[in-house]
Structure formats: structure tokens, C-alpha cells
């Protein structure tokens, strides 16, 4: 079961979240990709490069521009369904990424 962001909000737990649903949606969503899919696919993997790994997109107004994440989970799947849960998480968690705690 999905544990949210929210019970542990820090940039280790963020990561882990990132790279679960990156292997999450490879397992189950990529037999064939959407073009939904394909696009969520492309933004968690560009999240992780340069959110986490680099942190060189760090502005809120860039990261809502450049990430559609947030509006597809809503769009798109209902209420409870996990990647919903997961693609809100990221991308909130991106937002917030620098205020998250190292731990």
C-alpha cells in the first residue's frame, strides 16, 4: 500500500517515491504506453534529473510550467487510484522540494 508524502516529508522519502513510481509505471502502465503515459513517464524522469539530482529547477512558477503531473492525476484518474496518489505527491513534493528536510 501507498504510503503519501505527507507521513514522511523529506527529500530521501521524495526520491524514493520518484524512483517507486517511475518502476511503478514501467510494471504497469507501459504495455503499450499512452501518450498520457508517455508524457507522465517523461516528466517523472525529467523531475528526477533536474529536481532531485541536479536541483537546478527549484522556482515554483518554472516547475508549474514546466509540469503537467499534478493536473493529469486529477484529470485522469479517479480519486483513491494510486498513481493519482503518487503523480500529486511528486508533483507537490517538486514545489516543495527545497523546504523538504534532508533526513
Known sequence: MYKRLSEHPTKSEYAKILDETITFVEIYY?????????SIYAQLLDIREFVVKSQSIVDDEEIFERYTLGAYAVKNFEKGNELRERLCDIFGGAMQYEELDDK
Open 30 to 38: 507501459m504495455d503499450p504506453p499512452t501518450q498520457l503515459i508517455q
